[in-house]
């Protein structure tokens, strides 16, 4: 059975660095890409980019380069997406997903629980 | 950047009338790379229609899409109660990009 395992709620203030977590099992973690997801409170979804496990090649929506970063260790098929100085404007639920690559090329097919992260003061 | 438009924004139904969801894109998809993801409150989303058309695993028959180019439409054929959610169209063409939803009411 596919999962993708996401850390639990994180509350920080302002400025403060942050790493989040997405654990993979029930497939092959170096075959896929791993894409994230932000949904800011009773908003929409936004594709934020993803990376491949296997070679840690990374893309970026414009919107986000530059303001997050992604990673992953394939020793223990788990995916990060982490923020060096957090802002109020953060505060959103994250999803991380698998993408699928060959045919259907691009396609999220499974979810993450998503992790609730909340910047105040 | 491919932009698509959902509409309607809220659609309100009985159970047993038919859901019909139109999502546009800005520029014609090729291969018809068109998702529809379904998200019920306080859930993540999940996958229900890839390829336009194609079902994902253990979707009810009652959901079909449809649509080429730059117009898709993903249909619930007999609402039921449970299909109260908000329903995202995704490109996955050109990078990606979301539509910004459709929330269909079960009365």
């Known amino acids: 059975e596919v999962q993708l395992v996401q850390s639990g709620p994180e509350v920080k203030k302002p400025g403060e660095s942050l790493t989040i977590s997405c654990t993979a099992s029930g497939f092959s973690f170096t075959k896929y890409w791993i894409g994230w997801v932000r949904q800011m409170p009773g908003k929409g979804l936004e594709w934020m980019g993803f990376?491949?496990?296997?070679?840690?090649?990374?893309r970026y929506s414009p919107s986000f380069q530059g303001q997050v970063t992604f990673s992953a260790d394939k020793a223990i098929s788990t995916a990060y997406l982490q923020w060096s100085s957090l802002t109020a404007s953060d505060t959103a639920m994250y999803y991380c997903s698998r993408v699928l690559t060959g045919t259907s090329r691009g396609l999220i097919d499974y979810w993450g629980q998503g992790t609730l992260v909340i910047v105040s003061s | 950047e491919i932009v698509l438009t959902q509409s309607p924004g809220t659609l309100s139904l009985s159970p047993g009338e038919r859901a019909t969801l139109s999502c546009r894109a800005s520029?014609?998809?090729?291969?018809?790379?068109i998702a529809w993801h379904q998200q019920k409150p306080g859930q993540a989303p999940r996958l229900l229609i890839y390829g336009a058309s194609s079902r994902a695993t253990g979707i009810p028959d009652r959901f079909s899409g449809s649509g080429s180019g730059t117009d898709f439409t993903l249909t619930i054929s007999r609402l039921e109660p449970e299909d109260s959610a908000v329903y995202y169209c995704?490109?996955?063409?050109?990078?990606?990009?979301f539509g910004q939803g459709t929330k269909v009411e079960i009365k």
């Open positions: 520029q014609s998809l090729s291969s018809s790379n």
């Open positions: 995704q490109q996955y063409g050109s990078s990606r990009t």
């Open positions: 990376i491949f496990p296997d070679d840690s090649d990374t």
